[in-house]
Protein backbone atom coordinates (compact mmCIF):
# COMPACT_ATOMS: atom_id res chain seq x y z
CA UNK A 1 0.00 0.00 0.00
CA UNK A 2 1.38 3.55 -0.86
CA UNK A 3 1.98 6.08 1.46
CA UNK A 4 -0.92 8.16 0.21
CA UNK A 5 -3.34 5.32 0.42
CA UNK A 6 -2.22 4.68 4.01
CA UNK A 7 -3.16 8.12 4.79
CA UNK A 8 -6.40 8.09 3.15
CA UNK A 9 -7.46 4.71 4.94
CA UNK A 10 -6.11 5.98 8.88
CA UNK A 11 -7.82 4.97 11.47
CA UNK A 12 -10.48 7.95 13.23
CA UNK A 13 -8.81 6.55 16.21
CA UNK A 14 -5.55 7.69 15.72
CA UNK A 15 -6.80 10.79 14.92
CA UNK A 16 -8.28 11.88 17.79
CA UNK A 17 -5.45 10.73 19.51
CA UNK A 18 -3.13 13.04 17.47
CA UNK A 19 -5.96 15.89 17.77
CA UNK A 20 -6.04 15.21 21.80
CA UNK A 21 -2.18 15.38 22.11
CA UNK A 22 -2.40 18.71 20.07
CA UNK A 23 -5.03 20.25 22.29
CA UNK A 24 -3.20 19.58 25.88
CA UNK A 25 0.30 20.17 24.89
CA UNK A 26 -0.15 23.70 24.28
CA UNK A 27 -2.41 23.92 27.62
CA UNK A 28 0.84 22.33 29.81
CA UNK A 29 3.30 24.06 28.19
CA UNK A 30 1.71 27.25 27.23
CA UNK A 31 3.71 28.98 24.48
CA UNK A 32 3.66 32.73 23.84
CA UNK A 33 1.87 33.62 20.79
CA UNK A 34 1.97 37.06 19.23
CA UNK A 35 -1.61 38.32 19.37
CA UNK A 36 -3.27 40.87 16.69
CA UNK A 37 -5.66 43.33 18.17
CA UNK A 38 -8.51 43.60 15.15
CA UNK A 39 -10.37 46.67 14.47
CA UNK A 40 -13.02 45.51 15.81
CA UNK A 41 -12.24 44.68 19.27
CA UNK A 42 -9.90 47.63 19.92
CA UNK A 43 -13.35 49.84 19.24
CA UNK A 44 -15.07 47.53 21.90
CA UNK A 45 -11.85 48.23 24.27
CA UNK A 46 -12.28 52.13 23.63
CA UNK A 47 -15.88 52.99 23.64
CA UNK A 48 -15.03 51.46 27.33
CA UNK A 49 -11.68 53.58 28.10
CA UNK A 50 -13.12 57.07 26.82
CA UNK A 51 -15.88 56.55 29.63
CA UNK A 52 -15.59 58.67 32.57
CA UNK A 53 -15.76 57.59 36.12
CA UNK A 54 -19.13 56.58 37.55
CA UNK A 55 -20.73 56.34 34.00
CA UNK A 56 -23.27 53.14 33.86
CA UNK A 57 -22.29 50.09 32.26
CA UNK A 58 -25.36 47.84 31.51
CA UNK A 59 -24.06 43.99 30.83
CA UNK A 60 -26.33 41.60 29.34
CA UNK A 61 -25.53 37.56 29.62
CA UNK A 62 -27.36 36.93 26.69
CA UNK A 63 -25.25 33.24 26.29
CA UNK A 64 -25.62 29.56 28.39
CA UNK A 65 -23.14 27.50 29.42
CA UNK A 66 -22.61 25.62 26.16
CA UNK A 67 -20.97 28.83 24.88
CA UNK A 68 -19.17 29.96 28.23
CA UNK A 69 -15.97 28.65 27.13
CA UNK A 70 -15.48 31.41 24.39
CA UNK A 71 -17.90 34.26 26.06
CA UNK A 72 -17.14 33.95 29.34
CA UNK A 73 -13.44 35.39 29.16
CA UNK A 74 -15.38 38.28 27.27
CA UNK A 75 -16.89 38.93 30.08
CA UNK A 76 -14.24 38.42 32.60
CA UNK A 77 -12.04 41.28 30.55
CA UNK A 78 -14.78 43.70 30.24
CA UNK A 79 -15.53 43.25 33.95
CA UNK A 80 -12.29 43.80 34.73
CA UNK A 81 -11.54 46.59 32.17
CA UNK A 82 -15.12 48.90 33.57
CA UNK A 83 -13.64 47.97 37.62
CA UNK A 84 -10.46 49.48 36.89
CA UNK A 85 -12.06 52.94 35.31
CA UNK A 86 -14.26 52.73 38.64
CA UNK A 87 -17.33 52.21 36.03
CA UNK A 88 -20.52 51.24 37.61
CA UNK A 89 -22.10 47.93 36.53
CA UNK A 90 -25.52 46.79 35.92
CA UNK A 91 -25.91 42.89 35.43
CA UNK A 92 -28.97 41.42 34.08
CA UNK A 93 -29.75 38.56 31.73
CA UNK A 94 -31.95 37.55 28.84
CA UNK A 95 -30.81 33.74 29.27
CA UNK A 96 -32.03 32.74 32.92
CA UNK A 97 -29.71 29.75 32.70
CA UNK A 98 -26.75 32.13 31.67
CA UNK A 99 -27.10 34.36 35.10
CA UNK A 100 -24.90 32.24 37.30
CA UNK A 101 -22.04 32.66 34.96
CA UNK A 102 -22.71 36.34 35.49
CA UNK A 103 -22.35 35.79 39.20
CA UNK A 104 -19.50 33.67 38.85
CA UNK A 105 -17.84 36.47 36.58
CA UNK A 106 -18.22 38.95 39.27
CA UNK A 107 -17.19 37.11 42.37
CA UNK A 108 -13.68 36.53 40.21
CA UNK A 109 -13.13 40.25 38.88
CA UNK A 110 -14.93 42.33 41.91
CA UNK A 111 -12.40 41.46 44.52
CA UNK A 112 -9.34 41.99 42.35
CA UNK A 113 -10.26 45.98 43.05
CA UNK A 114 -11.75 45.76 46.10
CA UNK A 115 -15.17 46.45 44.43
CA UNK A 116 -18.36 46.44 46.94
CA UNK A 117 -21.98 45.13 45.67
CA UNK A 118 -24.74 47.52 45.53
CA UNK A 119 -21.94 50.63 45.70
CA UNK A 120 -19.75 49.37 42.65
CA UNK A 121 -21.70 46.94 41.01
CA UNK A 122 -25.64 45.39 41.19
CA UNK A 123 -26.97 41.96 39.44
CA UNK A 124 -30.84 43.06 38.73
CA UNK A 125 -31.35 39.73 36.83
CA UNK A 126 -33.80 38.03 34.71
CA UNK A 127 -37.10 38.79 33.59
CA UNK A 128 -39.04 36.85 30.99
CA UNK A 129 -40.23 38.58 27.98
CA UNK A 130 -37.00 40.42 26.33
CA UNK A 131 -38.56 42.22 23.12
CA UNK A 132 -41.28 44.29 25.68
CA UNK A 133 -38.30 44.70 28.21
CA UNK A 134 -35.89 46.32 25.73
CA UNK A 135 -38.63 48.44 24.87
CA UNK A 136 -39.85 49.49 28.32
CA UNK A 137 -36.20 50.12 29.77
CA UNK A 138 -36.62 53.44 27.32
CA UNK A 139 -38.93 54.78 29.62
CA UNK A 140 -38.62 53.29 33.32
CA UNK A 141 -36.32 50.65 34.33
CA UNK A 142 -38.01 50.01 37.51
CA UNK A 143 -41.24 48.96 35.80
CA UNK A 144 -39.62 45.55 34.40
CA UNK A 145 -36.70 45.91 37.56
CA UNK A 146 -38.15 47.30 41.22
CA UNK A 147 -35.50 44.66 43.05
CA UNK A 148 -32.09 43.22 42.13
CA UNK A 149 -32.30 39.43 41.63
CA UNK A 150 -32.10 38.71 45.55
CA UNK A 151 -35.20 40.37 45.76
CA UNK A 152 -33.47 44.28 47.20
CA UNK A 153 -35.25 47.06 45.82
CA UNK A 154 -33.01 48.83 43.51
CA UNK A 155 -33.67 52.23 44.88
CA UNK A 156 -31.71 50.84 48.11
CA UNK A 157 -28.57 51.32 46.09
CA UNK A 158 -27.15 54.84 45.53
CA UNK A 159 -25.79 55.04 42.33
CA UNK A 160 -29.28 52.96 40.76
CA UNK A 161 -31.37 55.72 42.29
CA UNK A 162 -30.39 57.97 39.16
CA UNK A 163 -31.19 55.23 36.56
CA UNK A 164 -34.11 55.31 35.18
CA UNK A 165 -34.05 54.60 31.46
CA UNK A 166 -31.24 54.45 28.27
CA UNK A 167 -30.60 58.19 29.21
CA UNK A 168 -28.67 57.02 32.40
CA UNK A 169 -27.05 54.30 30.36
CA UNK A 170 -23.39 55.06 29.09
CA UNK A 171 -22.97 51.69 27.10
CA UNK A 172 -24.82 48.63 26.96
CA UNK A 173 -22.96 44.99 26.37
CA UNK A 174 -24.80 42.28 25.03
CA UNK A 175 -22.90 39.02 25.69
CA UNK A 176 -24.35 36.34 22.84
CA UNK A 177 -24.69 33.25 21.25
CA UNK A 178 -27.83 33.71 19.18
CA UNK A 179 -30.60 36.23 18.29
CA UNK A 180 -30.82 38.40 21.32
CA UNK A 181 -27.78 41.09 20.30
CA UNK A 182 -29.69 41.34 16.92
CA UNK A 183 -32.74 42.46 19.05
CA UNK A 184 -30.65 44.72 21.37
CA UNK A 185 -29.26 46.62 18.71
CA UNK A 186 -33.06 46.68 16.85
CA UNK A 187 -35.27 47.85 20.27
CA UNK A 188 -32.71 49.97 22.53
CA UNK A 189 -30.00 50.73 20.07
CA UNK A 190 -32.47 52.01 16.65
CA UNK A 191 -35.15 53.35 18.97
CA UNK A 192 -33.67 54.75 21.76
CA UNK A 193 -29.89 55.31 20.11
CA UNK A 194 -28.44 53.52 22.97
CA UNK A 195 -24.52 52.92 22.84
CA UNK A 196 -23.89 49.02 22.53
CA UNK A 197 -21.22 46.68 21.72
CA UNK A 198 -21.53 42.81 21.08
CA UNK A 199 -19.42 40.19 22.26
CA UNK A 200 -20.29 36.37 20.91
CA UNK A 201 -19.27 32.92 19.52
CA UNK A 202 -17.20 33.04 16.77
CA UNK A 203 -19.56 31.24 14.44
CA UNK A 204 -22.08 34.61 15.23
CA UNK A 205 -19.55 36.79 14.86
CA UNK A 206 -20.09 37.30 10.88
CA UNK A 207 -23.61 38.05 11.42
CA UNK A 208 -22.51 41.10 13.71
CA UNK A 209 -20.26 42.75 10.95
CA UNK A 210 -23.42 44.16 9.56
CA UNK A 211 -24.07 46.62 11.96
CA UNK A 212 -20.66 47.24 12.94
CA UNK A 213 -19.80 48.90 9.73
CA UNK A 214 -23.54 50.57 9.42
CA UNK A 215 -22.46 51.89 12.79
CA UNK A 216 -25.09 51.14 14.63
CA UNK A 217 -22.44 49.49 16.86
CA UNK A 218 -19.40 49.95 18.30
CA UNK A 219 -17.41 47.50 17.94
CA UNK A 220 -17.35 43.47 18.23
CA UNK A 221 -15.38 41.09 20.64
CA UNK A 222 -15.79 37.64 18.03
CA UNK A 223 -15.46 34.27 19.87
CA UNK A 224 -12.00 33.13 21.60
CA UNK A 225 -9.46 35.28 19.67
CA UNK A 226 -11.48 38.37 20.68
CA UNK A 227 -11.43 37.80 23.91
CA UNK A 228 -7.98 37.08 23.71
CA UNK A 229 -7.34 40.61 21.83
CA UNK A 230 -9.61 42.02 24.58
CA UNK A 231 -7.10 40.50 27.53
CA UNK A 232 -4.22 42.09 25.76
CA UNK A 233 -5.84 45.22 25.36
CA UNK A 234 -6.15 45.36 29.32
CA UNK A 235 -3.16 43.83 29.92
CA UNK A 236 -4.34 41.08 31.80
CA UNK A 237 -4.32 37.55 30.09
CA UNK A 238 -7.20 34.82 31.00
CA UNK A 239 -8.51 31.94 30.28
CA UNK A 240 -8.67 33.19 26.28
CA UNK A 241 -4.98 34.20 26.22
CA UNK A 242 -4.19 30.53 27.28
CA UNK A 243 -6.78 28.63 25.27
CA UNK A 244 -5.89 30.13 21.71
CA UNK A 245 -2.69 28.26 21.33
CA UNK A 246 -4.47 24.85 21.55
CA UNK A 247 -7.20 26.41 19.28
CA UNK A 248 -4.83 27.06 16.67
CA UNK A 249 -2.83 23.86 16.79
CA UNK A 250 -5.98 22.25 16.51
CA UNK A 251 -7.05 24.00 13.15
CA UNK A 252 -3.95 23.83 11.98
CA UNK A 253 -3.99 19.84 12.22
CA UNK A 254 -7.44 19.85 10.81
CA UNK A 255 -6.26 21.79 8.38
CA UNK A 256 -3.82 19.42 7.18
CA UNK A 257 -5.54 16.41 7.75
CA UNK A 258 -8.02 17.61 4.76
CA UNK A 259 -5.05 18.21 2.37
CA UNK A 260 -3.94 14.72 3.00
CA UNK A 261 -7.53 13.61 2.97
CA UNK A 262 -8.57 15.28 -0.49
CA UNK A 263 -5.46 14.57 -1.74
CA UNK A 264 -5.83 10.91 -1.16
CA UNK A 265 -9.15 10.87 -2.26
CA UNK A 266 -8.11 12.34 -5.60
CA UNK A 267 -5.45 9.96 -6.19
CA UNK A 268 -7.30 6.89 -5.63
CA UNK A 269 -10.09 8.39 -8.15
CA UNK A 270 -7.24 9.04 -10.87
CA UNK A 271 -6.40 5.40 -10.03
CA UNK A 272 -9.58 3.84 -10.34
CA UNK A 273 -10.41 5.86 -13.45
CA UNK A 274 -6.83 4.91 -15.41
Not at 68 to 94: N, Y
Not at 167 to 183: E, K
Request: with cysteine; glycine share 10%; hydrophobic share 45%.
Amino acid sequence: MKLWERFATIDRRIIYSILALVVILPLILKPKIGVRVSEPVRDAYNAVEQLPANSVVMISIDFDPSSAPEVQPMLIALLRHCFKKDLKVILTGQLALGLPMGEIALNQAAPEYQKVYGKDYVNIGYRPGYAAMMVGIGREIRDFFKTDYRGVPIDSFEFMRRVHNYHDIALLVSLAHGAVADAWIQYAGARFKQKIIVGCTGVNAPGMYQYYSAHQIEGIIGGLQGASEYETLIQKPGSATLGMPAQSAAHGLLILLLIIGNIGFLLSRKKSRG
